[in-house]
């Protein structure tokens, strides 16, 4: 499968950005989704998950109320609406996409990433 991440982009503190992730070549609801980001300097990190339904998410303590994540399958499509962004959310976000029901954290685990978006937060 691939995907393409997009919706990135140039953001004052307190604002909004929402990110997509266009799935290609796979059938969409097969797979457990996640985003992740990665900071300068910084290893990749775990965001927030979902799973193939929709129907349960995840989103790390940092996030945990200002980002919400969520997909269409019929669209093979997955978003992070970001709200009340902070300068320490600046990274790289990435999704991606594992071929199974479980959910998991573990960058190693995720099969499919998508080619990176970048969201810059100003102070």
């Known amino acids: 499968v691939q995907l393409v991440a997009s919706g990135g982009g140039l953001v004052q503190a307190g604002g909004s950005l929402r990110l997509s992730c266009a799935a290609s070549g796979g059938t969409f609801n097969n797979y457990y989704m996640g985003w992740f980001r990665q900071a300068p300097g910084k290893e990749r990190e775990f965001v927030a998950g979902?799973?193939?339904?929709?129907?349960?998410?995840y989103a790390v303590g940092p996030v945990k109320g200002r980002f919400t994540i969520s997909r269409d399958n019929a669209k093979n499509t997955m978003y992070l609406q970001m709200n009340n962004l902070k300068p320490e959310d600046t990274a790289v976000y990435y999704c991606?996409?594992?071929?199974?029901?479980?959910?998991?954290?573990?960058?190693?685990?995720?099969?499919?990433w998508g080619q990176g978006t970048q969201v810059t937060v100003s102070s």
């Open positions: 979902i799973s193939w339904s929709g129907a349960r998410t």
């Open positions: 991606a996409a594992r071929p199974y029901l479980t959910a998991t954290m573990t960058v190693s685990e995720y099969d499919y």
